[in-house]
């Protein structure tokens, strides 16, 4: 299958801090990528979608102000967060459909701790 | 926006022993698929399946889109098996995807 890779898999970071996501598609490009979050023992929750050369959408409730989100390039997304207190600690995960842009695929996930 | 339900939401097994895992949608979807959470977080596909049935070694999994479910089966279940399985769905190809609120499966030596 077509390959994702989110870069770190891990942080912690200091609260009032901000920390950049990457993800990548390897082996395909896509023009859209979206950004999930997940709480431990809950599903993942849809907080934006990134679209390449364009802003992002962003899910009711989500702060675009605080999740910035780049899709710079056609395998390139960041999602970066501003200014992170200790509830924004979280695994966040990207994916990215594959052509014929109908599968999704997902990065490793980020783990983030604020402290 | 569709819902999506999963059954059930916990599942414990002895290795060896079969399972059948349920989604529910409450609308049609023209995307959907089925994950396994892997210790560390890493989403595995198993199957894209919007109708059909497939089969892929111990799993099969089969989605009646008139009727809104799918279904994953696992057969002799093993240890590594364990985990949490999603389903998914879009309304369209390509469209961000719902999650189900997860099964959680443990098998047992």
């Known amino acids: 299958g077509a390959v994702v890779s989110q870069h770190p898999s891990r942080v912690i970071c200091k609260s009032g801090t901000s920390v950049k996501i990457e993800c990548r598609s390897l082996?395909?490009?896509?023009?859209?990528m979206f950004w999930y979050r997940q709480f431990p023992k809950q599903s993942l929750m849809l907080m934006a979608t990134s679209n390449e050369g364009s802003k992002a959408t962003y899910e009711q409730g989500v702060e675009k102000d605080k999740f910035l989100i780049n899709h710079a390039s056609l395998t390139l997304s960041t999602l970066t967060v501003t200014s992170a207190h200790p509830e924004d600690s979280s695994f966040y995960i990207c994916?990215?459909?594959?052509?014929?842009?109908?599968?999704?695929?997902f990065g490793q996930g980020t783990r983030l701790t604020v402290v | 926006g569709i819902q999506v339900e999963q059954s059930p939401p916990d599942l414990i097994l002895q290795e060896g022993a079969n399972s059948t895992l349920r989604c529910n949608f409450s609308?049609?979807?023209?995307?959907l698929q089925w994950f396994h959470q892997n210790p560390w977080g890493q989403l595995i596909n198993l199957f894209y399946i919007p109708s059909g049935t497939k089969q892929n070694g111990r799993l099969s999994a089969t989605t009646v889109a008139t009727e809104r479910y799918s279904l994953l089966y696992i057969s002799s279940s093993q240890t590594t098996d364990s985990g949490v399985y999603f389903c998914a769905g879009g309304e369209t190809s390509g469209s961000r995807l719902t999650f189900g609120e997860g099964t959680q499966l443990t098998v047992n030596p």
């Open positions: 994916s990215a459909m594959a052509p014929p842009h109908t599968e999704a695929f």
């Open positions: 082996d395909f490009q896509a023009t859209t």
């Open positions: 609308d049609s979807v023209n995307n």
